[in-house]
C-alpha cells in the first residue's frame, strides 16, 4: 500500500484481559479493564469491536484465555493486565509465551525503560510481547497510571520518550492484520512512507 492510497478505516477486534485473583473473586473492582478501554478510545480511530475478560492468576486459564481470543474470537490485538512481578501468582509472561509463535522482546524491553524513568523496582516486570497466528498479544503493567504511561510514552520529557504503540499499528501490518489509524496528539503511530495511507475523508 503506497503513501497515495486513500484510507477508509478498518476494523479491528481488540481482547482486553485483566489478571487478577482478587478482582476476579469480586474482592475489589477492577481497574485494569476501564483504563485499557480508556485509552484505546483516546487513541484508535478505527472501528473497534473489544472482547474482555476478567480472569485469575491461574496459568492454564490464561494461556486458555489468550488462544481463545486469538484462535476464535479472531482478536488482532491483545493486551493483558496484571500478573507480571516476580511473585509466585505472577504468571502472565509464562503463559502468554506459552502460546507464542514468536516472541517481540523488544516492546517489553521498553516498558521497564519507560518504567524506571518512575521506579527502580521497573527492572523487576516481566512483560513480553509475542505473535500468535495474525494477533499482538502484549502484556502490560497492572496499574492505570503505568499502562497509560507505557502505551503512550513520556512526550514531555527531553527527549521524549515512545511508547509502545506508536510500534503496533505497523507491527499488525506486518502481520496481515487491520490497517489501524491512532489520534496522532495521543500516539503517533510509525510506519516506513512506503507503508503509509493517505488519512480517511482526505482528498
Do not use: H
Request: aromatic fraction near 4%.
Amino acid at each position: 500500500m503506497t503513501e497515495t492510497a486513500a484510507s477508509t478505516p478498518d476494523g479491528v477486534r481488540i481482547g482486553l484481559v485483566s489478571i487478577s485473583d482478587r478482582a476476579s473473586a469480586g474482592v475489589y473492582e477492577d481497574k485494569g479493564l476501564p483504563s485499557l478501554r480508556e485509552w484505546l478510545a483516546r487513541a484508535v480511530r478505527n472501528p473497534v469491536v473489544y472482547e474482555e475478560r476478567l480472569i485469575a492468576d491461574d496459568a492454564p486459564t490464561i494461556s486458555a484465555t489468550l488462544r481463545a481470543l486469538v484462535d476464535d474470537a479472531r482478536c488482532d490485538l491483545v493486551l493483558t493486565t496484571g500478573g507480571t512481578g516476580p511473585a509466585p501468582r505472577d504468571v502472565t509472561p509464562e503463559a502468554t509465551l506459552a502460546v507464542a509463535d514468536r516472541e517481540m522482546p523488544g516492546f517489553g524491553e521498553q516498558m521497564r525503560q519507560i518504567s524506571l524513568r518512575f521506579v527502580p523496582t521497573a527492572i523487576l516486570s516481566r512483560q513480553v510481547g509475542v505473535i500468535r497466528r495474525r494477533a499482538l498479544i502484549l502484556n502490560l503493567p497492572g496499574q492505570p497510571k503505568a499502562i497509560a504511561e507505557t502505551l503512550q510514552g513520556l512526550p514531555d520529557l527531553a527527549p521524549p520518550v515512545p511508547g509502545i504503540f506508536a510500534a503496533v499499528p505497523y507491527c499488525i501490518d506486518l502481520i496481515g492484520g487491520p490497517y489501524i489509524e491512532t489520534d496522532p496528539a495521543v500516539c503517533p503511530a510509525f510506519r516506513p512512507k512506503s507503508a503509509q495511507r493517505r488519512p480517511a475523508g482526505t482528498a
